[in-house]
């Protein structure tokens, strides 16, 4: 089977070939820029890397690595906007389209944020003053179409990387303390700078869709709705605030394309996963093994039917401090919970991370097409 017909078949809930594997398809399924260039030194690789993703160092693996370890998506992404550049200021710190500033300590190996830009309150003057992003800018789609159509030529599944995250943006733009106690405290506040930046992201959307929505194979969305031990809120709260937005969301994603809709949420999200069933969810991303409920077996029971499970080899133990051993272990055992009857693609919880040898990344991919046949 070609990438592209493997991964169908698994998001379809029909056994492939093998496992489909993902490794660089997404701004989540990739691997940090240090953990990157340890793995391209560990094989002789000598491209420059490109970061995807500014905040958190992402870097894009190379086509030349994803063909080597047999990868079966390819990553698409909108462009930048012609009409903003992010500043950086006197201080180091830079301003994305958005308002928020960031700033990357010495000793971190992310950024972090200075500056919400609504960190004094949330008001309608507040929201009408403030300098949005231009949601129709051209640059967003200039040769997006052209470049689906050439990784459509390669015979994998294109992920069309949106991430749309209206609850995570919120928190951005408010801070995250103030967010949360918003929640209760000032709830329809909340509402509001969630439904603005919504409203962006719908327009983007559809002028994105417009140019590839018949090309594409899965679409990437985001938002963390919970922590290692659960939720981060009440889902009395999660249900009257957030869910009708992300109905909202997912509805009119499908109305625009015939693909799969990828959501990702790290933590112990197994509480909500009849909710993001009734959302339009079609998979869900990463499937942090080492959250609170999120053992895979008992996923696969509770919820196979419905969701196919998207990542799954453990990030926070077995990756970084296991021996390839164990690795390939941890692969074996993800492949029997969650890969009989389709509904599975292996990729690693969320981007691989400095501290992971080359040795373990590799042993992860060969042990998937060792163990993924079916």
């Given at each position: 089977m070609t990438g592209r017909e493997r991964v169908l078949r698994a998001v379809n809930?029909?056994?492939p070939d093998r496992v489909p594997i993902d490794f660089g398809g997404s701004f989540v399924t990739s691997i940090h820029q240090f953990g990157y260039e340890n793995l391209k030194r560990y094989l002789g690789f000598t491209a420059p890397t490109t970061i995807i993703r500014n905040r958190a160092l992402v870097a894009q693996v190379d086509t030349a690595i994803m063909d080597r370890f047999h990868v079966d998506t390819r990553l698409?992404?909108?462009?930048?906007?012609?009409g903003w550049q992010n500043c950086?200021?006197?201080?180091?710190?830079?301003?994305?389209?958005?308002?928020?500033?960031?700033?990357?300590p010495p000793e971190a190996d992310a950024y972090y944020i200075k500056e919400a830009p609504f960190a004094a309150g949330i008001t309608d003057a507040a929201i009408a003053g403030h300098r949005?992003?231009?949601p129709?800018?051209?640059g967003r789609v200039r040769g997006l179409a052209e470049e689906i159509a050439g990784l459509r030529e390669s015979g994998k599944a294109v992920i069309l990387n949106l991430a749309y995250e209206f609850v995570t943006q919120s928190r951005f733009m408010r801070g995250f303390e103030n967010w949360?106690?918003?929640?209760v405290l000032n709830p329809g506040s909340v509402a509001g700078l969630m439904d603005r930046i919504l409203e962006i992201y719908l327009a983007m959307a559809a002028d994105v869709l417009a140019v590839c929505g018949d090309q594409i194979d899965v679409i990437y969305i985001a938002d963390d709705l919970?922590?290692?031990?659960?939720?981060l809120f009440s889902p009395e709260i999660y249900r009257r605030l957030i869910k009708p937005r992300q109905q909202r969301l997912v509805r009119f994603l499908k109305e625009r394309s015939t693909a799969k809709i990828l959501y990702h949420s790290c933590g112990a999200v197994q509480q909500l996963l009849p909710d993001l069933i009734e959302v339009g969810i079609d998979i869900l991303n990463p499937v942090q093994v080492s959250a609170a409920g999120m053992d895979t077996a008992e996923l696969k029971k509770?919820?196979?039917?419905?969701?196919?499970?998207?990542?799954?080899?453990?990030?926070?133990?077995?990756?970084?401090f296991g021996t390839p051993q164990e690795v390939r272990e941890e692969v074996k055992r993800r492949i029997d919970d969650l890969a009989p009857g389709g509904g599975f693609v292996l990729a690693a919880v969320h981007n691989i991370r400095p501290e992971v040898p080359p040795e373990n990344i590799i042993a992860m991919l060969e042990a998937a097409l060792e163990y993924g046949a079916y």
């Open positions: 809930h029909v056994e698409a992404r909108p462009r930048n906007p012609d950086v200021l006197e201080d180091g710190s830079q301003e994305d389209e958005w308002g928020v500033r960031w700033y990357r949005w992003p231009e129709h800018d051209p949360m106690m918003d929640l919970a922590m290692q031990t659960g939720p509770r919820f196979g039917r419905d969701l196919t499970f998207w990542g799954g080899i453990d990030t926070q133990r077995v990756l970084p």
